[in-house]
């Protein structure tokens, strides 16, 4: 059994809540143009509301999984697809944090493309799971697929940017506070990889 055709069950609009979460808090990090450790307090504050907004949703699909007795697919799967999309947040909330605690306002152009490819990630998540509540299986891969492809570019963008932060910045500190968000920055994309595993998992359990 999988997600219907016709109208949307709980828990594909609660999974697609989440999903539309997450993809307001990447656009919400790409407008960002912070200049000072004060906007850095009131981006940290947002991104955790958005943090807390799935928190919410997530607690809300494992509640109703404990009170339904027939779910559209695999209730391991919803719950684990559900955990994943929770951890890129997760993820998000931890660098806004990195930000804030190393007052870091100097954002570079490698951040920047970063933060990009997130949003990029949260896009493409977002369409996934759209297809998955239509029982558009098949569809599902291009995304799955595209998410892979972001995950190998994001190891390269962390290569090129570690390369280049030892060769222009002399301060140790600021190398060790720099070396730490672009590390957590790539760890938001392969949270979104192991979003595409699960996808990837429930077309093949239910093709």
């Not at 850095?40 to 339904?68: C, H, M, P, V």
């Not at 998410?147 to 060769?167: C, G, I, M, P, Y």
């Not at 060790?176 to 595993?197: F, H, M, P, T, W």
């Amino acid at each position: 059994m999988v997600f219907s055709k016709g109208k949307r069950d709980k828990f594909s609009e609660l999974l697609i809540k989440m999903t539309d979460n997450l993809q307001s808090t990447t656009q919400y990090c790409i407008e960002q143009n912070i200049s000072n450790h004060h906007e850095l307090q009131i981006f940290l504050e947002a991104i955790k509301e958005y943090e807390s907004t799935g928190d919410e949703l997530i607690q809300t699909i494992t509640r109703e999984l404990n009170q339904t007795f027939i779910t559209p697919i695999d209730r391991e799967d919803i719950l684990q697809l559900a955990i994943d999309i929770d951890d890129v947040l997760d993820g998000i909330e931890h660098t806004a944090a990195l930000f804030e605690m190393y007052s870091v306002t100097n954002v570079t152009e490698h951040m920047k493309k970063f933060v990009n490819i997130n949003h990029q990630c949260a896009v493409e998540i977002s369409l996934a799971i759209t297809c998955l509540s239509q029982k558009k299986l098949q569809a599902i891969s291009p995304y799955s697929l595209k998410l892979k492809e972001h995950e190998a570019n994001s190891d390269n963008l962390l290569r090129t940017a570690v390369k280049n932060l030892f060769a222009t910045v002399k301060d140790p500190i600021k190398i060790i506070q720099y070396k730490d968000i672009y590390e957590s920055l790539e760890g938001i994309v392969d949270s979104c990889r192991k979003v595409a595993n699960t996808l990837d998992s429930i077309v093949m359990k239910n093709a």
